[in-house]
């Protein structure tokens, strides 16, 4: 994009979103799921996609114009989730588990929306079918798709859908930071600066304990600069 410098990248799957250096963010590959249109701040902006390549991807960088105004952002399957400034939470994408924090009955595949049940966000973070975020209160609140305990309920969920943000389990540990990756989570605790961690545990992933079909939580030692 010129002589513009790259200050922040995202990607999945197949796609990809560069923050640049005048606060523009372009997205790039399989596009579905990426917001063309919608409002932040009551303000309705949109953004046509050009014509597609084969495979339904842009070969070229796209300007999102709604991703410029976001403080940071996520992209998981065929859907992506941003935080403002002032702590609110926007989706838009897949939906069949709830993972664009709409109800199901709303449509598999949602607009650019607000996530309702969320205030003073921190902190953001996508994963495949899911996505976690650090409120005001330094409480974890998950929403998405559920199996092999992803969303840190420790329970079993009707469809392994939860479209409504929840604490993850138990509450009561004050967090500053998560991490969401395909299949399990990790969040750093407030006042101990260690990990605390919970999801699919296939190959060890969570502090070496192979446990591939229930929720696992694990503390972790901090590591330095993570």
Request: with cysteine; proline share 5%.
């Amino acid at each position: 994009e010129g002589e513009l410098r790259a200050v922040s990248f995202k990607i999945w799957h197949g796609r990809g979103c560069v923050r640049l250096e005048d606060e523009s963010t372009r997205c790039f590959g399989y596009l579905k799921g990426m917001p063309s249109s919608g409002a932040l701040d009551g303000e309705v902006e949109e953004t046509p996609f050009p014509s597609r390549t084969l495979w339904g991807a842009a070969a070229d960088p796209i300007h999102l114009s709604l991703l410029d105004d976001l403080a940071d952002f996520g992209i998981g399957e065929d859907f992506l989730c941003g935080r403002t400034e002032a702590g609110t939470v926007f989706c838009s994408g897949r939906n069949q588990y709830g993972q664009s924090g709409r109800p199901v009955e709303e449509g598999s595949t949602v607009p650019w929306g607000l996530v309702e049940g969320l205030s003073g966000v921190t902190d953001l973070s996508v994963g495949r079918g899911h996505a976690c975020a650090v409120d005001g209160s330094h409480d974890i609140l998950c929403w998405g798709y559920e199996e092999s305990g992803r969303l840190g309920r420790g329970e079993e969920l009707p469809g392994n859908s939860q479209p409504v943000p929840a604490p993850v389990q138990p509450q009561g540990v004050a967090y500053d930071r998560v991490w969401s990756a395909e299949y399990a989570n990790c969040g750093r605790l407030l006042d101990r600066g260690e990990f605390r961690c919970w999801g699919y545990s296939r190959h060890g992933v969570l502090n070496g304990t192979w446990n591939p079909n229930t929720t696992y939580f694990a503390y972790l030692w901090s590591v330095e600069d993570w």
